[in-house]
């Protein structure tokens, strides 16, 4: 049976705050499709940035996000970049793996970051049941703040995850 992406799983999810979201796009004169189009390609561009100098060093054109994402950085044993991996149970694509401080973490880049969502809870512990890190966090890369997310209720996501891997499952069957 074909394993599910972390993204397949969260999709699952009903997410009733984005219907709000699509009318007031609409109310714009901006099609849902055309918006998600143009901030996947931004992003893809500045994960492209980030990869380009953790791994190269070739500087981010924007100097302040540049000294921001290296004091982010600083000190710290980057393990992984845009990883590829795949599980017994699911598949994904971590944005960044490092040690900082003796903890090893597992980060993923959002362009725009307020609070956590279940979303970002669930695909952060499927990498942390993956890859065995210590800590997971959210970096906003607007100004590469990090956002560690606590890991109290890591029990309750993680019984969650393996009922979308269930509910996926079955309704590959249908």
Same mark, same amino acid.
């Given at each position: =049976?074909?394993?599910?992406?972390?993204?397949?799983?969260?999709?699952?999810?009903?997410?009733? $705050?984005?219907i709000g979201w $699509?009318?007031?796009?609409?109310? =714009?004169?901006?099609?849902?499709?055309g918006f998600t189009q143009k901030k996947m390609e931004s992003g893809t561009k500045k994960h492209s940035e980030i990869e380009d100098f953790l791994i190269s060093g070739v500087c981010l054109e924007d100097q302040y996000r540049q000294e921001r994402l290296e004091l982010?950085?600083?000190q710290c044993k980057i393990i992984g970049i845009e990883e590829s991996f795949e599980s017994e149970k699911f598949k994904g694509r971590t944005d960044v793996r490092f040690v900082k401080?003796?903890?090893?973490?597992?980060?993923?880049?959002?362009?725009?970051?307020?609070?956590?969502?279940?979303?970002?809870?669930?695909?952060?512990?499927?990498?942390?049941?993956?890859?065995?890190c210590d800590k997971i966090c959210i970096i906003?890369?607007?100004?590469?703040? =990090?956002?560690?997310?606590?890991?109290?209720?890591?029990?309750?996501?993680?019984?969650i995850i393996y009922n979308l891997i269930n509910i996926y499952n079955l309704k590959q069957k249908l």
């Amino acid at each position: =049976m074909k394993k599910p992406s972390v993204t397949s799983l969260c999709d699952i999810l009903n997410k009733p $705050a984005l219907i709000g979201w $699509a009318n007031k796009l609409g109310l =714009m004169g901006e099609s849902v499709n055309g918006f998600t189009q143009k901030k996947m390609e931004s992003g893809t561009k500045k994960h492209s940035e980030i990869e380009d100098f953790l791994i190269s060093g070739v500087c981010l054109e924007d100097q302040y996000r540049q000294e921001r994402l290296e004091l982010l950085f600083n000190q710290c044993k980057i393990i992984g970049i845009e990883e590829s991996f795949e599980s017994e149970k699911f598949k994904g694509r971590t944005d960044v793996r490092f040690v900082k401080n003796g903890f090893n973490y597992i980060g993923d880049f959002k362009s725009k970051f307020k609070r956590p969502y279940l979303e970002h809870y669930l695909q952060l512990i499927c990498y942390k049941i993956h890859f065995g890190c210590d800590k997971i966090c959210i970096i906003d890369i607007r100004d590469f703040q =990090m956002h560690e997310l606590s890991l109290e209720n890591e029990n309750e996501y993680t019984e969650i995850i393996y009922n979308l891997i269930n509910i996926y499952n079955l309704k590959q069957k249908l």
